[in-house]
């Protein structure tokens, strides 16, 4: 997913958007804006939120100082990959992926030196005779 940084001036009601929780600064959730509920109690503008797989919208308004900035592209199924590559499977198989695609090609282009070394070796001593 990415989203744009810094925040945008102005957020609309069907937005998605990340914030920073209010009770943990550490997590950012990511929800649709489903209502713009302008200034409360004299405060900063705020916004009713919702996550797309949520039936209720949620409890909390997210003030404008939580907002991190609008997403502008999803691509489906990443969270799955990144889970992967960080359990053992993934672990292995991203060791595997490497050796083949560096370290193979370094022992191709050492043989091949070796073999032109050889080459000429075996020359110089051919002349020699």
Request: proline share 4%; with cysteine; charged share 20%.
């Amino acid at each position: 997913m990415l989203t744009t940084m810094p925040r945008s001036d102005t957020y609309n009601v069907g937005d998605v958007v990340t914030y920073v929780a209010k009770d943990n600064p550490n997590l950012f959730v990511t929800h649709r804006i489903i209502r713009d509920l302008g200034k409360i109690q004299g405060g900063e503008e705020s916004f009713e939120t919702k996550g797309d797989a949520n039936i209720n919208g949620d409890l909390i308004p997210v003030a404008y100082s939580q907002l991190q900035g609008r997403v502008l592209l999803v691509i489906p199924y990443a969270g799955f990959i990144y889970q992967y590559e960080h359990s053992r499977k993934g672990f292995v198989l991203i060791c595997i992926l490497s050796f083949f695609f560096l370290v193979l090609p370094e022992f191709y282009t050492i043989l091949r030196f070796c073999e032109a070394c050889m080459l000429s070796f075996r020359s110089y001593f051919i002349r020699q005779k």
